[in-house]
């Protein structure tokens, strides 16, 4: 059978995008996730890389952390393409929407390498995307929010339709495609456990404050 890996940033976008790949009955065996070289922390959400490797072991998957810094991250992304088609990979799922220029960059990048690009959720109404990864029954709370945006008491906040309906309210897209808030999944139907998480704290880096989540385990 083909096999994809996914993009993965722990959050409800390729979270989502891997399982409307699997339910149109891709096999998607591996997942694909970037950290700071300088840091333990991955590059999208800024949550801990051991934390997404959980995330991976919950849903029974292989993960493949590559570690790039800004200036490094296409080189980086080709370099992880390429070890993935050693695997069998041929393609790539990603959770991008609407920006244009991340699609361009990504149809790009997985060209030159001779990758598939594959997005599940591109040019789909955000309204309705949210209201179907809830449906599906999987489980988010919000990592980062931007502060020209949110304020920190969004933070470790659910993500439910109410959650949704006030963002809406805001003006703010509602899966946050312009960077305005970030999430973690925990536990829904592509997950064999959830991952039960303790204790956090609250960081504010630059324009964004950040939810530390320092205690984790699989449930």
């Known amino acids: 059978m083909t096999r994809y890996a996914a993009s993965w940033s722990g959050g409800k976008d390729s979270c989502l995008a891997y399982w409307k790949a699997i339910s149109q009955g891709l096999e998607v065996s ?9 840091s333990t922390k991955a590059m999208s959400h800024g949550l801990d890389s051991q934390l997404i490797a959980l995330q991976a072991e919950a849903m029974g998957l292989p993960i493949l952390q590559q570690k790039v810094t800004w200036e490094t991250y296409e080189a980086g992304f080709k370099n992880a393409l390429e070890r993935l088609k050693l695997e069998g990979i041929i393609g790539l799922v990603t959770g991008d929407i609407y920006l244009q220029e991340h699609k361009d960059w990504i149809d790009r990048v997985c060209n030159e390498v001779g990758i598939k690009a594959l997005l599940p959720l591109w040019g789909i109404n955000t309204s309705n995307l949210l209201t179907e990864f809830i449906d599906a029954g999987f489980k988010a709370i919000i990592v980062s929010v931007k502060t020209k945006f949110l304020g ?4 470790r906040r659910e993500l439910t ?5 006030e963002l809406g309210q805001l003006g703010i897209d509602v899966c946050g495609e312009a960077g305005e808030f970030h999430t973690f999944v925990y536990d829904g139907p592509s997950f064999k456990r959830p991952v039960r998480f303790k204790q956090t704290s609250v960081v504010k880096n630059s324009d964004h404050w950040t939810l530390n989540i320092k205690e984790y385990s699989l449930g």
């Open 30 to 38: 591996h997942l694909l996730n970037f950290i700071h070289a300088d």
């Open 161 to 165: 339709k109410k959650a949704a309906s």
């Open 152 to 155: 920190k008491e969004w933070l």
